[in-house]
């Protein structure tokens, strides 16, 4: 059953980084979701002409209120208009909620490694930021990959000292002064440790580019089997 485009208002704006806006809508009979999943975003032209682009959500399913994380990309056809130009009460269309595999659910116990890329960490802070409403105590790593500092989405929620969340950030091309580890791509060393905090069966969620989810995967899978650890494990989501 095809699932029905609802209308979507926008409530709230607010700035992550230079090019990167957390939107909140209000989206009636809206059906909820799980962490971790998308939707797709329609907007229609005065002159009918109409255009879909998928986005995560970055919260937990709360009445009828929908948050997303939009990364404006250069010369893009919708990001830059949804990050800066929609007016406030302006409508958009959605349907979703989509994606069932690339989900955390409040019932798992098993410790938990995510491993973000970019703007790959939205879906991954639904998860987190459900964990914490669920009081759930299993242990939550977030590896964390950026350019530089100024780069890191949702830093207020990363490090507010939460007990169940460890977060270690990975900065590629440039690190905040006294940062022990040296910018460059995410490596096997920066894996060793979280991946043997995790039991056989523990969920790893890996977001990010193609480019990044790749080069993170085929690092974890080689690491989870030298552990006697199940590749089978690891869940990716991809976008670009």
């Known amino acids: 059953m095809a699932l029905a485009w609802l209308p979507a208002r926008l409530a709230e704006r607010r700035a992550q980084t230079a090019t990167a806006r957390t939107l909140v809508f209000t989206a009636p009979g809206w059906p909820g979701h799980l962490p971790g999943q998308h939707?797709?975003?329609?907007?229609?032209?005065?002159?009918g002409y109409q255009a879909v682009?998928?986005?995560s959500l970055a919260a937990p399913a709360g009445e009828d209120r929908v948050e997303l994380g939009v990364q404006a990309v250069a010369d893009g056809e919708v990001s830059p208009y949804l990050a800066d130009q929609l007016p406030?009460?302006?409508?958009?269309?959605?349907?979703?909620?989509l994606g069932n595999w690339f989900v955390w659910r409040p019932e798992q116990t098993e410790p938990v490694l995510l491993v973000a890329g970019?703007?790959?960490?939205?879906?991954?802070?639904?998860?987190?930021?459900?964990h914490r409403l669920a009081g759930s105590r299993s242990?939550?790593?977030?590896?964390?990959?950026?350019?530089g500092p100024e780069d890191v989405w949702y830093r207020d929620d990363l490090t507010d000292g939460n007990p169940s969340l460890?977060?270690?950030f990975i900065h590629t091309r440039r690190a905040p002064h006294g940062t022990a580890r040296a910018p460059g791509r995410i490596n096997a060393a920066d894996l060793a440790e979280p991946t043997a905090r995790l039991k056989p069966l523990s969920p790893v969620y890996v977001c990010g580019s193609t480019g990044f989810v790749e080069t993170a995967a085929d690092l974890l899978a080689e690491m989870l089997s030298n552990q006697g650890k199940d590749p089978a494990t690891i869940r990716t989501e991809r976008f670009g």
Do not use: H
Not at 39 to 47: F, Q, S
Not at 88 to 97: A, D, K, Q, T
């Open 166 to 168: 460890d977060t270690r």
């Open 88 to 97: 406030p009460g302006e409508e958009v269309e959605i349907r979703g909620p």
């Open 118 to 130: 970019g703007a790959g960490v939205v879906p991954l802070m639904s998860m987190i930021r459900a």
């Open 139 to 147: 242990l939550f790593q977030l590896i964390y990959s950026v350019r």
């Open 53 to 55: 682009r998928s986005y």
């Open 39 to 47: 939707i797709d975003v329609r907007l229609t032209a005065d002159d």
